[in-house]
């Protein structure tokens, strides 16, 4: 089982700034795939970033590619998501996800391959 906690979420204007992070509990945090969704009202929840187990491999959603940047520290059973050059459409509940998928599979981008989740922690972009 593992708990994750986000935090680093607030009011900020575009083209601004932010960093997003996900504490996790246990001693397996290296063991799984780490993943940023985020999701606004009506809307299902959309894919941001993915990390490998190890950090080498990172994979992005379009919408994000080139401004956010994931990262993850296993001794500090940390991921973190820094997000520049925000848009008002960055708009959103941002959730932190851990994956146990496939030892094959470096990043996973699909929702359902994602075991456990965060409480989310709400980005607001002002134009």
């Known amino acids: 089982q593992v708990q994750l906690v986000e935090s680093g979420g607030r009011l900020a204007q575009a083209g601004g700034s932010l960093r997003l992070s996900c504490v996790a509990s246990?001693?397996?945090?290296?063991?799984?795939?780490m993943g940023w969704f985020r999701q606004v009202p009506g809307k299902e929840r959309e894919f941001v970033a993915a990390?490998?187990?190890?950090?080498?491999?990172?994979y992005y959603g379009d919408s994000v590619k080139g401004r956010f940047t994931i990262s993850r520290d296993n001794a500090k059973n940390t991921v973190s998501l820094q997000m520049n050059s925000l848009k008002p459409e960055d708009t959103a509940v941002y959730y932190c996800?851990?994956?146990?998928?496939?030892?094959?599979?470096?990043?996973?981008?699909?929702?359902?391959?994602?075991?456990?989740w965060g409480q989310g922690t709400q980005v607001t972009v002002s134009s």
């Open positions: 996800a851990a994956s146990r998928f496939s030892p094959f599979s470096l990043v996973v981008v699909d929702r359902a391959k994602y075991d456990y």
């Open positions: 990390i490998s187990r190890s950090g080498v491999t990172t």
């Open positions: 246990g001693r397996t945090f290296s063991t799984y795939i």
